[in-house]
């Protein structure tokens, strides 16, 4: 990189052109997806828009890029594993499913009322439902 002293969105492009494959190889080497690590390695970037004056000031002259972009993006993938890891993303037909064995199981109860309440939705309109379970507990949104 140049200079401390271009405006934060000209530094971004510096860093781009200078570590934007490293950058991409790096995460790619830990998702091992080629997609989410094109989409990590966009969000390493916006990120480091974000956070590089903030960065520059509080190093100073022992300001190292290409060290604090990798460090960004090891943390963009962690972040995502733990997102991934917290809540997942269920088809609205294995919802459905799930719905009728309890039905014949319990009689009545939140849950059960609550697939109820959902199983006349068109799939269209289920495609618009984002359903997610975390801790067990079946969340619609």
């Known amino acids: 990189m140049q200079s401390d002293t271009m405006p934060a969105a000209q530094a971004v492009e510096a860093l781009v052109a200078d570590y934007g494959k490293l950058v991409f190889h790096v995460i790619l080497g830990l998702t091992g997806d080629w997609q989410e690590s094109q989409d990590l390695t966009q969000d390493t970037f916006v990120q480091a828009l974000r956070a590089l004056d903030a960065a520059r ?18 943390n963009m993938v962690r ?58 507990r079946v969340i619609l949104a």
């Open 57 to 74: 000031q509080a190093s100073g002259a022992h300001f190292h890029a290409k060290a604090w972009l990798l460090q960004i993006a090891v």
């Open 79 to 136: 972040m995502s594993r733990r997102r991934r890891s917290i809540m997942r993303v269920v088809p609205f037909s294995a919802l459905r499913k799930e719905a009728q064995e309890e039905t014949e199981i319990e009689s009545e109860g939140p849950r059960t009322g609550c697939c109820r309440a959902h199983n006349g939705t068109t799939p269209r309109d289920a495609a618009i439902l984002l359903i997610a379970v975390s801790g067990g």
